[in-house]
């Protein structure tokens, strides 16, 4: 039961041919033409139809290669549901559509009973902070009197988002950020969630009173359990309780997660707004300041030097999570990462557990492969997906690793040659699973495509 998309492909080679990179990008456009929503783009028509934060993020970086202005028009809509506290939501409604075309939808945030939420119903918790590198890098694929005014209106915004998360989000005063609910991190159901979900008390019983809505239009083997589902419903009930504030989280809230995406992802934004306040005319120097001191936290909380990679810290139990996932391989994308912690990144990456190699058939899988919890086909939890393995590959382009990059960059552009724009692919066959016609897919593809020759040529990248 997938959606519904343009066709796959009929590309025969790994689409590395400039015929078949053409038949590719074209793929790619129609899949985001088809999801373009008056004013922004939708993850996917069925499973996804309204705005969620780091898909637009993503999507915005793939459209700066064909529709610059929608790129620019996908983040301002995002951010015009920004908090007065500077959160920005992780879903913004669509109001055109149905009651019950997502759940949960906007009646289970009620968004609207706290204060400072935008006239937009939104969701109250957040996703990733990629936008500041999103919006750097749509500037940057073609800079213009146009894009300049684009990036200092959303300038402020951005550092909003990031002044949020250093301010109110900081739960153990360790410089690092919490996410309050697995949703926060983008990896749903990672095997990094379980220890820490398996303190929040639920009863899949719950989920008798709700109707699911993913499971109408995916294999509910592949999808999270209803168990899982009763949880992140009792995470929400939980902040929602409180108006979605912050204080007081470390006294009342079942899940606090210190996450090496979402931190590197601040850091990378910080190194972002450095780059954007030289373009306009602001001071880079404090972002350069706030980036070191995120990576020396990250480094300091965050790896475990007996295992060699990032992990997550559980802050209720202070301690970091056992499983080795595609996470703790993301603060490669922060170009001040130490040495040390770049090797070791690259040997994780580089063994059994994720097989990232020069010549390699497949993308990472999104967990350790060789761990016994590994599902192949279920969501977060085995399947490759592209938008990690595009972190990587940037990651791997700023540390001066191109042979290693553009042995991704190949196994990413043949996993969608092989069976078009999917929300993530098997880890063995590459077969697609999910929606059909997924927006980041199509765009992390075009950046893919566009980038060739940073990918093969081996310039390291800023
Ligand atoms: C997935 O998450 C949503 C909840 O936010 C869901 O499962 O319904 C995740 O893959 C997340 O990373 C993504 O942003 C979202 C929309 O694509 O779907």
Known sequence: MTAPGPAAPMVTGDGGGPAEADQLRRLAVATLDGNWEHDHTVPSRTLYPHQWSWDSAFIAIGLAHVRPDRAWQELRTLFAAQWADGRVPHIVFNPRLRVGAYFPGPQFWGSERADGAPAAATSGIVQPPVHALAAWLVHRRAPSTASRAALTELYPALVAQQSYLTERRDVARGGLACVVHPWESGLDNSPAWDEPMAAVP???AVMRAYTR??????????????????????????????????????????FLVECPLFNAARGAAEHALADIAGVIGADPVPHRDRARRITEALVDRLFDPVTGTFQPRDVRADRLVS?????GLTPLILPDLPPRQVAAVVTEAGSAR?????????PLPSHDRTAGDFEPLRYWRGPSWMNLNWLLWRGLRTHGRPDLAAGLRRSMIGLVAGAGCHEYFHPDTGAGLGSAAFGWTAALLLDALASGDAGRGGAAEA
């Not at 995916?218 to 409180?242: C, F, G, I, K, N």
């Open 202 to 204: 639920a009863d899949a």
């Open 354 to 362: 994720f097989g990232l190699a020069r010549r390699m058939d497949r």
């Open 213 to 254: 809505h993913d499971t109408a239009h995916a294999d509910a083997a592949h999808r999270p359990t209803d168990l899982d589902y009763a949880r992140y419903l009792a995470m929400v009930e939980s902040y929602r309780r409180h108006d979605y504030r912050d204080d007081g989280l470390a006294d009342r809230h079942p």
């Open 323 to 327: 499983a080795r996932t595609a996470l």
